[in-house]
């Protein structure tokens, strides 16, 4: 089995700003929410677990599965999508005409901002993931955990369910809430 988990919530979330890859640690919340999620999906079995490397994804791992004995691996290719020049903006939707809420709005017509990751760069690499890593993984009988991010995950849920960029946030992945993809 494939599950997919987004991490804990962070101040930055509360705040309504876009994180992308800046290394936003959990907030107390966030950690809670972890613990929570511990206890609903304990009898869920997971053989290993692969987590983004920022902190709030590998915090959210460390909690979700402590006391039990799987391995967490950090791959740089379930980083979160990069939001350029604008992570850190609050409220990115209050600025009128903001290149960056287009992602959001209309993903199949956004263009990477300045610094930032388009869709295809985003899709090869969590792609490359699945056939590297995840498909092998799924081959040998493996029940495998991906915790990770809300752009990321999404692009995962859009390969695995073969789901065009239209509909790309349709799978909106709550904060620490598993769902089993395959």
């Known amino acids: 089995m494939l599950y997919i988990m987004r991490h804990g919530k962070t101040d930055w979330n509360v705040l309504h700003k876009l994180q992308g890859r800046t290394d936003i640690p959990l907030n107390e919340e966030g950690r809670r929410m972890a613990e929570a999620a511990r206890e609903q999906y304990k009898d869920i079995n997971f ?4 987590c983004s490397p920022l902190i709030r994804a590998r915090e959210t791992a460390q909690i979700f599965l402590e006391g039990r004995e799987v391995p ?13 020049v604008y992570e850190g903006t609050e409220n ?5 005409d903001c290149p960056v809420n287009v992602l959001f709005k209309d993903p ?29 993984g799924l081959a040998e009988g493996k029940d495998i955990l991906i915790v990770g991010h809300g752009a990321m995950n999404s692009s995962i849920v859009c390969q695995i369910r073969h789901m065009p960029l239209e ?15 395959v």
């Not at 990115?92 to 009128?96: D, L, N, R």
Request: net charge negative.
């Open 47 to 50: 053989d290993v677990c692969y």
């Open 72 to 84: 967490i691996i950090c791959d740089d290719r379930l980083m979160e999508m990069s939001f350029g």
């Open 92 to 96: 990115s939707f209050q600025i009128p």
């Open 108 to 136: 199949a017509n956004y263009k990477a901002v300045e610094g930032g990751e388009s869709f295809e760069e985003l899709f090869a690499r969590t792609g490359e993931f699945l056939k590297q890593v995840v498909e092998p």
């Open 167 to 181: 509909h790309f946030w349709d799978a909106g992945i709550e904060n620490c809430k598993l769902m089993k993809l």
